[in-house]
């Protein structure tokens, strides 16, 4: 930091409330919505040493930018891993086949049928290899289900009795 630059956030300190909200409307064009005098202090202080050495914003992004050109280098960037199965990877010579998907082992197996009684009608579903079938639809979660069936929000494990329910048990 310069001479000139120094002097200038030092006088700050010396600035009563008024003139620090002041010398916020100079140099960012607009009024401070604050009077708590430590925040003005540090936001102009920054403001002036921004417009004098230059945005840390604008330096930061232009080096992730050119730090980003220099990893890409051509590469297919994701933001999100692909869907569906994923191709076995090639390493030293052997392919690793990715890990299967482990069920839940509350849930009984593809094949069952679940059943529960509310508000007098009794709903069916099929669990079948890859979620579960309600009234003719496939869903990927018993809480989805049960959110069909009761219109509200519910822990799909605890709706069709595939779990306990921990408040029960403790005032029991």
């Known amino acids: ?3 000139e630059l120094s002097r200038q956030v030092a006088a700050l300190e010396q600035m009563s409330v008024g003139q620090l909200r002041e010398r916020y409307a100079e140099v960012f064009g607009e009024t401070a919505r604050s009077g708590n005098r430590q925040w003005l202090l540090r936001r102009v202080a920054w403001r002036i040493q921004a417009l004098a050495e230059g945005d840390l914003a604008s ?3 232009e080096q992730a930018r050119k730090r980003a050109g220099e990893l890409a280098r051509d590469a297919d960037l994701r933001l ?8 076995p990877i090639m390493t030293g010579g052997a392919a690793s086949a990715p890990m299967p998907i482990q069920r839940d082992e509350r849930v009984p197996p593809p094949g069952t049928i679940l059943t529960r009684q509310f508000k007098g009608v ?4 099929a669990i079948l290899p890859n979620g579960f079938e309600y009234d003719g639809e496939v869903y990927r979660s018993l809480s989805a289900v049960a959110h069909t069936i009761t219109g509200s929000h519910w822990n799909g494990m605890l709706f069709f009795g595939l779990t306990k329910n921990r408040r029960k048990e403790a005032t029991a």
Do not use: D, F, S
């Not at 999100?80 to 191709?87: K, S, T, Y």
């Not at 009794?122 to 579903?125: A, E, S």
């Open 122 to 125: 009794v709903h069916r579903v």
């Open 80 to 87: 999100r891993p692909p869907n569906g199965p994923v191709a």
């Open 59 to 61: 330096r930061a992004i």
């Open 1 to 3: 930091m310069n001479v």
